[in-house]
């Protein structure tokens, strides 16, 4: 099992920046994805940025040039910087750790924090 907790959501306006932080814990593999994915009211669940253990990265187009992944493996920690934030950013975010565990493919959820951009 994989314990997933978020934090660094908030209300900000559009342009400015903000960063979000989710600490795992529990059994962490050495080989995994970390990722945000983000769902906004009456949407689906979209993947915002993901990043394996080899630091490769992925981003949805939408966020490319002003979100950035990073994570810290001696933590067990995955970071969103989110830069250039627009009211279409707004939405819960949900971190994401994806593992193999015995032939098996595991998804870990944090709670979500609520990213709100408004004037």
């Known amino acids: 099992q994989v314990q997933l907790v978020e934090s660094g959501g908030g209300l900000v306006q559009p342009g400015e920046s903000l960063r979000l932080s989710c600490a795992a814990s529990g059994s962490i593999f050495s080989i995994n994805v970390m990722g945000w994915y983000r769902q906004a009211p009456g949407k689906q669940r979209e993947l915002v940025a993901e990043?394996?253990?080899?630091?490769?990265?992925n981003y949805a187009d939408s966020v490319k040039g002003r979100f950035t992944i990073s994570r810290d493996n001696a933590k067990n920690t995955v970071y969103l910087q989110m830069n250039s934030l627009n009211s279409e950013d707004t939405a819960v975010y949900y971190c994401n750790v994806r593992q193999l565990e015995a032939a098996i493919m595991y998804d870990y959820w944090g709670q979500g924090t609520q990213v709100t951009v408004s004037s």
């Open positions: 990043i394996t253990s080899g630091d490769s990265t």
